[in-house]
Nanobody, 124 residues
Framework: QVQLVESGGGLVQAGGSLRLSCAAS????????MGWFRQAPGKVRQFVTT????????SYADSVKGRFTISRDNAKNTVYLQMNSLKPEDTAVYYC?????????????????WGQGTQVTVSS
């Protein structure tokens, strides 16, 4: 069982930056690929980015490429999402997710564990 706790959300102006963190419990973290997803009001949860267990492979949604960066620190059981040049359309609840595989996936159904989410609001 893996428990995930996100932090770092908040209110920011367009063009600003935020860094989200996701702290994971359990010694298996280093064997899990991790992902970030987001859900805006009235919309389905969508893929943002994912990172492999080693950190050597990543993938991003087209909408965030060049602005967001995912990273992880396996010694700290933590995955990060650095978000730069934020836009109002980035406003959503951001969820961290873990999957018991080492390789990445952009599918929600590939992830077994989810955090409670953290709100990111970007004002124009």
């Amino acid at each position: 069982q893996v428990q995930l706790v996100e932090s770092g959300g908040g209110l920011v102006q367009a063009g600003g930056s935020l860094r989200l963190s996701c702290a994971a419990s359990g010694r298996m973290f280093r064997n899990y690929a991790m992902g970030w997803f987001r859900q805006a009001p009235g919309k389905v949860r969508q893929f943002v980015t994912t990172i492999s267990a080693s950190g050597g492979s990543t993938s991003y949604a087209d909408s965030v490429k060049g602005r967001f960066t995912i990273s992880r620190d396996n010694a700290k059981n933590t995955v990060y999402l650095q978000m730069n040049s934020l836009k109002p359309e980035d406003t959503a609840v951001y969820y961290c997710a873990a999957r018991p595989r080492t390789f990445i996936s952009d599918s929600k159904t590939a992830y077994d564990y989810w955090g409670q989410g953290t709100q990111v609001t970007v004002s124009s």
